[in-house]
């Protein structure tokens, strides 16, 4: 990556932005180096996190909430891990749909292909909005499907995190996990031209106060995505937490917690590539899972036995 | 854990069994001592993956494929990840909905609560299934949620893997992910009374055809849960899988493959706990974060320094 590279990027052409993306998405140390580079620029931008089940209407939201802050002349920027169900490689024609509604060039969105682990989807969004918040974008939204241990996942990933919920037939907001609860800031109860949409909303409110364990009470937020209802409450909402976070040194706090976060995720990775890359290591592994094969070992013992060459100097 | 407890178990009664998987779950050192003490017992019973999206009908087609299994004679056993939606805390209510239902002791449910991530859900499926099948289960379904990288997860938990799709509206086979088709060795297209059904799934006869590579084609089975339609054809298509693995020495293949893995993510968690559990990382990181916060070094130059402690004797 030459220094013209990055000139173009930093003189603002579209065009750069995506291929520096691409090198980061593609990892290993040229993507690190782009990072490394844009480092200092990062950290203006406000993240939105908008999470939710596959068919929740995400998408939908995001385009219409980027359109008020477009009216605001804000720039905006979209990362949408794989928009379609877990079951289809949806990325790649998610790109193709929404780039062709991304006519106005003040929405960058990328979309990512998943990843070998939902902890490297997590890093590989931060990384790509870390590209865009140097890019000078004002809001990135990261667009997030809401599977497994979701709230471990993106608890620091945004300054404002939305869960998108719908009222299905016969869902009960008790049923809700309490990770999720705790790790919402503004609820959107989307489809609430359904049936039960109301007594849902009213009850995920009630769930909401009772709970409540800080100043801030997560405004549940009532929309119909697809015909553009209640988009300017879940914007003002939004803007709300933004004001509040601003307030009391909260968001020097989040940025830390975010920072220690990051630190210790790219750290885990490449503690695991040191390890099982090495020699010593990988040969041990086959003698010892030929014992375990032979039945003279059981797998625990057997990783306890692979872990003994580890050392962790207190000096360095 | 007393003498007296195992004794209860390999008794076979199943309130020892519950006991045992219970601190398993639970994991630390006393879930390992079960495990190890467990481990020369295991390895009788088939393993029959069922993995699919959440609201494909996975739960509906064990329950009747189980009851093939019960009247040919077999003792059955069933581990399902969270059986609701990734919103919901189904467990808890999925277990006690499923636990009336298996009124015949010949079926053991069991299902697990979501863990840290999905490798740990994957780990903590094997091990329940590594009790069962020490209890003297013959076959033992493990249901697992298709999310994320499944086919990362669930590649060797299984001796059939069966990956049950629905043909919904606007889906379209050609988007299948390509991990998906290869991890399945029997498909299934239920809910086959719907609109589409039959070309979706002459349209997967085709795809699979074409890429055929090993021995093995992937048959399509067309159920209707609900309605018990196609049972016996999945469970004839299962043992046909199993009579296909019995030869040229293929089961044993699987059983390394899934034992070196097992070793693998055993160790993998463990370096982790042994990493960040030692007090000079932990001290580390905290320096080394209030550096990154202050902007004079990036995360990634930062992982790179907390890692510097490493070291792995080549002796040892």
Redesign the interface.
Known sequence: MTQDYFDRFFAGETLAASRLMSIVEAGGKAG?AV??RL??EVGRAYRIGVT??TGAGKSTLVDAVSRRYRDAEKSVGVIAEDP???????AI?GDRVRMQQASDDGVFIRSIA??????G?SACATQLADVLDAFGRDIIFLETI?????E?RIRHMAHTTCVV?TPDAG??VQ????G?MEVGEVFVVNKADRENARRYADDLRSMLELRQNADWLPPVVETVGTREKGIGELHEAIERHREYLSQDGRLEEK??ES??D???L???E???E???G????RKK?DS??AS??A?KK???????E???????????
Chains 1, 2 share one sequence.
């Open positions: 690190e990072l490394n480092f200092p939710g089940f379609s169900s877990p079951f289809t490689g949806g024609l998943s990843r070998g682990s939902e902890t989807l809401g599977i497994g241990q979701l471990y919920l869902d009960d049923s809700l996990k309490s999720l940025r830390v920072l220690r990051r630190v210790t790219v750290a885990d490449r503690l695991r040191l390890f099982w090495n020699d010593t290591i592994l010892i899972v375990v094969v039945g059981s797998p625990y013992e057997a990783a306890r692979i872990l003994e060459p580890l050392a962790i100097n207190s000096r360095k």
